[in-house]
């Protein structure tokens, strides 16, 4: 195998000093090159926000591969105990639910925030829509607490203990904490602790399209489908935000590219075009997708030069 040069994360590592980015770490990996990183800060577990959905998403994934789950089961099949069904809550699949067209337009929910004492599941099937489901895209976190509950359902696991032997324990992540509803249920949009070097194999599983040191995970179909089964998300003043949703996550202005997507930089940058990933943590509250054009210009760019 290649190596990466020495310096070739100088220019990466430069612009967040310019720029004042904020990153806390960066990692690099490349099917050819190998592994790139560098520490700004002490690696630590860190919320890595929504990159959380991303990995709801997995877990949905794998119990498509098993044929537990078919990407259009309407939600309200796999729960027939909830009797209290909004109009039109009865159409919502789970295709709908990864790619946020649920006709949910709210970042939660209407009525309730999170301290509520009514289960969040029952708040989602009985409130209103604001749009038929798969009509148009909304981004929202109810969508995808509403596939943690599905994996927590049809697996008959909690969603993070149904990932702990399928996904963390495969990927060497033993170090994860996922923080749960008042009624003891895994958020999925959310709240899931991991360090920088453990988020960068979250990365590396999506671009390696499932696999993991010969294993498969999560079947490279699903992994496909994840940034092809697209809808539009032209609705922000942010270009990296306006080129598509996927199963769980963006799709980039570099061709072919996709992340997972936290809060504040938390970001798993996937290039297929480049046979590369960058995972980043980072607190950047103003500018955090300028961490996003940093990796696409300083780093696969770079590598475009790389293989001149």
């Known amino acids: 195998m ?21 990153v806390n770490t960066v990692e690099v990996f490349h099917k050819r090159y190998g592994t790139a990183s560098f520490d700004f800060k002490e690696q630590r577990a860190m919320n890595i926000y929504s990159g959380a959905k991303t990995v709801t998403a997995l877990a949905v994934g794998m119990l498509l591969d098993t044929g537990s789950l078919h ?11 909830k009797t209290n069904i909004a109009p039109n809550v009865d159409k919502i699949e789970i295709r709908h639910l990864l ?24 708040i989602f099937l009985s409130e209103d829509l604001d749009a038929l489901p798969g009509e148009r895209f909304h981004y929202n976190n109810a969508s995808t607490y509403a596939l943690s509950r599905v994996v927590e359902k049809v697996s008959g696991e909690r969603l993070d203990l149904f990932l702990t032997p399928r996904l963390f324990a495969p990927l060497d992540i033993k170090k994860h904490v996922w923080h749960l509803c008042p009624h003891g249920h895994t958020l999925g949009f959310t709240e899931l602790f991991l360090s920088g070097r453990d988020y960068a194999k979250i990365g590396r599983l999506l671009l390696m399209r499932g696999k993991w040191n010969g294993e498969t995970l999560v079947s490279g179909t699903f992994v496909d489908r994840m940034h092809s089964d697209t809808v539009d998300s032209g609705f922000f003043d942010e270009p990296e935000l306006e080129q598509g949703y996927g199963y769980q996550c963006w799709i980039g202005t570099v061709d072919g590219s996709f992340r997972a997507d936290g809060l504040y930089g938390q970001y798993a940058i996937v290039s297929p075009k480049h046979n590369a990933v960058a995972t980043t943590t980072a607190h950047n509250v ?6 996003v054009r940093a990796v696409h210009e300083e780093i696969f760019d770079l590598i475009d030069q790389l293989e001149e």
Request: aromatic share 12%; proline share 5%; with cysteine.
């Open 99 to 122: 790619q946020m067209s649920a006709g949910k337009h709210v970042r939660l929910f209407k009525t309730a925030d999170v301290e509520t004492k009514d289960d969040y599941l029952d």
């Open 286 to 291: 103003h500018n955090p997708y300028g961490i």
């Open 71 to 81: 990407i259009d089961t309407k939600l309200v099949d796999i729960f027939p105990e």
């Open 2 to 22: 290649r190596q990466f040069p020495f310096s070739f994360l100088h220019g990466f590592r430069l612009r967040c000093l310019e720029e004042n980015l904020q």
